[in-house]
């Protein structure tokens, strides 16, 4: 029993000792664009140009409201789909554009 409590023991803590400690990169280090779905001036386009410039502050960065228009929201989810998975690129839409539209 003794025995069996020593290596448990020692494999704790070899297993803690090997245990790299993770650093977060810091983020974001570039500008951020917010892709919206539809054509400029609709309550989408504003909602996303109200909330880029306390996301400005609070981050740092420049924030680019991208509007990327076309078959009923589609096209602009799919540049974001598309893009890098850096988080640098955001969508915003609603229920129609990335539920209805995909399915």
């Not at 996303?48 to 509007?67: H, K, W, Y």
């Not at 929201?73 to 969508?91: E, H, K, M, N």
């Amino acid at each position: 029993m003794k025995t069996h409590l020593v290596v448990i023991w020692f494999c704790a803590v070899f297993t803690i000792g090997t245990i790299s400690t993770a650093v977060a990169q810091p983020w974001p280090t570039r500008q951020i664009t917010i892709v919206v779905p539809f054509s400029a001036g609709g309550p989408t386009d504003t909602l996303a140009r109200i909330m880029s410039e306390p996301m400005r502050r609070f981050l740092g960065q420049t924030i680019i409201v991208d509007n990327t228009t076309g078959a009923g929201g589609s096209i602009g989810v799919a540049r974001v789909v598309r893009s890098a998975p850096d988080g640098y690129t955001l969508s915003i839409g609603h229920w129609g554009t990335h539920v209805v539209n995909g399915a």
